[in-house]
């Protein structure tokens, strides 16, 4: 029931396309949802995160679609750029006295010229 | 702005050998402090996490211990490695209370020989 599952686990975009990456969660305490974005050799960094009381959140090329029914969320990346090829991670925090981020298995994206 | 440093950022060291690694935040006060592991194809894994100075929660039992000496340094040890504690060892910040982003440092690579 902690677990978020991510998918896919690779994931390969042309230039200017459109990078979608999958999360899905059983646990229904988890009100908190970050993305994070993970270059080789280099700790994760906060890309972007939404609450389940918000459906999308945008911030640049990078936006999060929540579907609190389906217990689902993604992150879509638009005008994908070779400098977004890393490795992203979903979570979900549950801040119910919880400190425990669970973490997707992670993606890796590599976005081609 | 608040920094996180850890270090070394590799290290190699014979099975059966001490470990001792370090985690310092600059520029905030109190905050939350984890000990992450991260192995290929399979995510983070919280180790620790500390809500204070000498408070030390451990989410995975194992053969790593961690120790909370100042409000904003956070140590990682082990008495005898073995090599099943190779891997990428993140360690985290962030504010007190729900719904706080972490934020990590830029991690040591430990291969245990």
């Known amino acids: 029931q902690q677990q978020v599952k991510q998918s896919p686990q690779s994931l390969i975009v042309q230039k200017g396309g459109i990078s979608i990456i999958n999360c899905a969660y059983e646990n229904t305490a988890f009100d908190y949802f970050p993305w994070y974005q993970q270059f080789p050799g280099k700790g994760p960094a906060l890309l972007i995160a939404?609450?389940?009381?918000?459906s999308e959140k945008k911030e640049g090329r990078f936006t999060i679609s929540f579907n609190k029914s389906a217990k689902q969320f993604s992150l879509h990346i638009m005008d994908s750029q070779p400098g977004d090829s890393a490795t992203y991670f979903c979570?979900?925090?549950?801040?119910?006295?919880?400190?425990?981020?669970?973490f997707g298995k992670g993606t890796k994206l590599s976005v081609i010229p | 702005s608040q920094t996180i440093h850890q270090w070394p950022a590799t290290l190699v060291q014979p099975v059966g050998s001490p470990l001792s690694l370090e985690c310092t935040v600059e520029?905030?006060?109190?905050?939350?402090l984890y000990w992450y592991r991260q192995a290929a194809g399979r995510g983070l894994q919280l180790l620790f996490y500390s809500v204070g100075i000498g408070q030390i929660s451990s989410e995975v039992p194992q053969n790593l211990s961690a120790s909370r000496p100042q409000d904003r340094q956070f140590i990682l040890s082990s008495k005898k490695l073995l090599l099943s504690d190779s891997g990428f060892y993140l360690c985290a910040w962030s504010g007190q209370g729900g719904h706080q982003p972490q934020h990590f440092g830029d991690g040591t690579r430990l291969s245990i020989l």
């Open positions: 520029g905030t006060s109190n905050p939350n």
């Open positions: 979570a979900a925090y549950s801040g119910a006295g919880s400190y425990q981020l669970t």
């Open positions: 939404i609450r389940p009381d918000v």
